[in-house]
């Protein structure tokens, strides 16, 4: 197939109305259709024949389409069937658009209709439809095309795959002068790599984001999803859109579950486990994030892990690390010509995990029974190539074994492909092999509990795959074994075949057995990545305090300097050789400033998140952590900790007392603590008296003032000078803002602050109000 790279010409300009828009669809049909419509299949007129299907061997591309533009795809079908259980992943979609050598769509077919992992599933999307459990593929994605289309399927399976395919387009009787090219790219990481975001998407170009189809194959046990979604638009070194959690990206909540919808679904979602696998996807339809020169798209990889000794039986959970799960992804973007290649497409070998298949319908003749059982090999339109291992038995007791080899022992997951049926029994699922018995499931359930069997051949759905039941994990050694299959009871809704009465049905449908070997081991994997996390985050912590100590030296030498402190950091940074558009802390955030500042409000603030904005005792600052006040006031301060002060007198419902706290905002609070003054009412006050033996002198006195979702609007005043302008002490969460200065002198009497809360925020919860400390800079300093 002779493709040329054609330029220029070809290139369609820009613009966000070329997306398509599917809630004018009904409207679209009351007026005229351009074009001509045209459908390229696998069938052909012939009138005495039903050879509709292409066969694809291992290793042949097959060109399902080659159209001559201008044009517009509007919808393509397919279906299709293999030995090759895994097909979905070992078939790849292609899509070259005007003569491009590199193709604008490139993925497993199976992923790109929104189930991955090899897996298959019914889709209820707009711009894509998947029905037959997960047989027939519906995609309604507009494509334009100038001069040609290229459609092609290639099988890197094993096993050949028999393929039937229609392609709906429009031919158009003149170019489309403002389109963009249709673009879908598959990408993994397997297993994803630790301590660094997986990219979903990173290219370059001029176009809009409009799809996700997300998958993973988790290696260790929990809650996955508490990663969160970034795009990085146009060159952003901080992203510009932020996610809250896996799930939230997904527009689910609280964890996931099976469902589909016009925007979003979650297509696949296995039983919780140490393995468990899951597919999902977004369309940005009424929301795609344009680019004009780069978009990158990442998913942060932290969430839960829970690991269990072998040796012990000790299960421990660990918080927000990195996993080690298998990622992979499709993204969905419209651009302006063709994008190169930023990332390689990786073959069916390392697509697919290794696997063993027990395959029941040819072992028919293999597999040993209890006395009085004979298997037979049977129909069913929902097994594999509709062939499944059909076994009658009347009583509890009757058993079935399948004989298979473990030629790499390793941890392996283990599913059954079940047939369901109203006659179907409760079968105990074991696995014999050289160190003896493994119990996967003591009774798993074959009566169909969805009652699906309604039309002229038996049909049933599952877990939104085609019957995969996950029973388990094993630790496998080489060897023979068998995988046992023994009834255990019936379901009471189950039929007896011939009587029909309830609760007598002992029967078994089976169509297959598989066997994944995970490569990961959670115990070593947790071995080795505890001490590189420890060693690689001390080492990042390192290097954001050196930065925050160089940085605020060159803000005290610029002071020396000239006087003043600096506007920002952009005035210092090249004294320490940082590029101030690129240098970022080692967690990918900026370096922050403040002047004046909330912890040194007489100077300035110079810190690291830490990686975490809103937990303010772990940022990395030009202060000692944990907070002491006393430590950073310049010398000859009063530091006073406002916990120790002395209510004089108050309005009647004031109530003061010190208080524990922790602040998410501002900055830490000295010594984890405050004085909270709850107050129920505008106009309340508070007059406190500070302790004695300040020495005699005038000085700029500071308030380091508490904030929270409870706190109204206060003035400050000290033996009658007031302490800067009345402040709103607001805030979501609580935190810490400096108050001031505002001279005061100090005499042989005390010194008395009195709180005014003389009104609140119509977003707060209350009046009430808190100090951290007070400090006295002596005047002058």
């Known amino acids: ?53 292409h066969h694809i061997y291992p290793g042949q591309r097959l060109v399902t389409a080659d159209l001559t533009g201008p044009g517009e795809i509007r ?8 030995a090759d259980r895994r097909y979905p992943r070992t078939v790849v979609l292609r899509i070259y658009w005007d003569g491009s050598e590199v193709p604008a769509v490139e993925t497993p077919i199976g992923d790109f209709f929104c189930a991955g992992n090899g897996m298959r599933a019914d889709v ?54 403002d389109a963009l090219y249709f673009h879908a790219r598959y990408r993994q990481e397997y297993p994803a790599k630790p301590f660094s975001p997986y990219v979903i998407f990173d290219g370059r170009g001029e176009g809009q984001y409009v799809g996700t189809v997300y998958s993973s194959q988790n290696m260790v046990g929990s809650w996955f999803g508490e990663s969160d ?21 997904f527009n689910d909540a609280w964890n996931l579950r099976l469902h589909t919808h016009g925007r979003v ?6 039983t919780k486990g140490e393995e468990q696998r899951i597919t999902a996807y977004r369309w940005h339809l009424d929301d795609p994030v344009p680019f004009h020169r780069s978009l990158r798209v990442e998913m942060e990889r932290r969430s839960y892990v829970y690991v269990v000794d072998p040796e012990t039986g000790k299960a421990t959970q660990y918080e927000f690390k990195y996993r080690p799960d298998y990622v992979s992804s499709v993204a969905f973007w419209y651009q302006r010509g063709t994008m190169e290649r930023t990332w390689d497409f990786p073959p069916a070998s390392e697509r697919v995990l290794p696997e063993i298949w027990v395959e029941p319908a040819a072992l028919v003749d293999r597999a040993r029974v209890s006395e009085g059982l004979a298997p037979r090999r049977a129909s069913n339109r929902t097994c594999n190539l509709k062939q499944f291992l059909y076994l009658r038995n009347d009583a509890v007791g009757g058993w079935i074994e399948l004989p298979f080899e473990v030629a790499e022992g390793g941890r392996y997951a283990v599913s059954v492909f079940q047939s369901l049926f109203r006659e179907y029994g409760a079968w105990k699922v074991s696995l014999i092999g050289p160190e003896g018995e493994v119990v996967l499931d003591p009774g798993l359930d074959f009566w169909d509990y969805l009652a699906s069997r309604k039309e002229n051949w038996p049909e049933n759905y599952h877990h939104g795959t085609t019957v995969e039941t996950k029973v388990g994990e094993a630790r496998l050694v080489p060897g023979s074994y068998v995988v046992r299959f023994e009834c255990v009871g019936s379901n009471p809704l189950t039929r007896h075949p ?34 590189a996390e420890e060693k690689l985050f001390a080492a990042m912590v390192n290097e954001a305090g050196r930065t925050v100590r160089e940085l605020a030296g060159a803000a005290e030498d610029l002071h020396q300097r000239t006087g003043r402190y600096p506007i920002d950091l952009t005035e210092i940074m090249g004294e320490i050789a940082l590029n101030p558009e690129e240098q970022l802390d080692p967690w990918g955030q900026p370096y922050q400033y403040r002047c004046p500042g909330t912890v040194h409000p007489w100077s300035f603030d110079m810190w690291s998140f830490h990686g975490d904005s809103r937990r303010a005792p772990g940022w990395i600052g030009n202060w000692q952590s944990p907070l002491r006040i006393a430590d950073e006031a310049p010398p000859g301060s009063v530091v006073l900790e406002a916990e120790f002060f002395q209510v004089v007198k108050a309005s009647e419902g004031v109530r003061v007392a010190p208080q524990k706290a922790t602040s998410s905002i501002g900055g830490p609070l000295s010594g984890d603590g405050l004085l909270f003054i709850r107050a129920q009412a505008e106009g309340e006050w508070v007059e406190l008296r500070l302790p004695d033996g300040i020495p005699a002198g005038e000085y700029d006195a500071y308030l380091l003032a508490g904030t929270s979702w409870d706190y109204g609007i206060a003035s400050w005043s000290l033996s009658g000078a007031a302490i800067g302008e009345p402040v709103d002490a607001y805030t979501p969460r609580i ?23 003389i009104g609140k925020n119509r977003s707060s919860a209350g009046y009430n109000a808190g100090l951290d400390a007070v400090v006295l800079v002596l005047a002058g300093r």
């Open 735 to 757: 935190g810490v803002l400096s108050v001031g200065p505002g001279r005061v002198t100090a005499s042989e009497d005390p010194l008395v602050l009195r709180v005014e809360l």
């Open 229 to 249: 979604d970034r795009f990085y638009i146009d060159g952003e070194t901080t992203p510009s859109i932020v996610g809250t959690g896996t799930e939230d990206y």
């Open 265 to 270: 679904g979650l297509t696949i979602c296995d």
């Open 498 to 531: 011939e009587t029909g009465e309830f609760g007598k049905g002992y029967s078994l449908g089976l169509d297959a057995v598989c066997l994944r070997l995970l490569p990961v081991d959670p115990n070593a994997w947790l071995h080795e990545y505890l001490p």
């Open 75 to 82: 919808h393509m079908w397919f279906t299709l069937a293999s």
């Open 124 to 177: 209820e999307s707009i711009p894509v439809s998947v029905s037959s459990y997960g047989r027939a593929l519906n995609c309604y994605w507009r494509m334009p095309f100038r001069e040609r289309a290229v459609i092609e399927l290639e099988n890197e399976g094993k096993e050949r795959v028999s393929a039937y395919f229609q392609c709906e387009w429009l031919e158009l009787d003149s170019p489309p002068t």
């Open 1 to 53: 197939m002779l493709r040329t790279r054609l330029l220029g010409l070809l290139v369609p300009v820009l613009a966000v109305a070329s997306l398509p828009t599917f809630a004018g669809q009904l409207d679209d049909v009351t007026r005229m259709t351009p074009g001509r419509m045209h459908r390229a299949s696998s069938g052909l007129f012939d009138p005495e024949s039903n050879a509709d299907c």
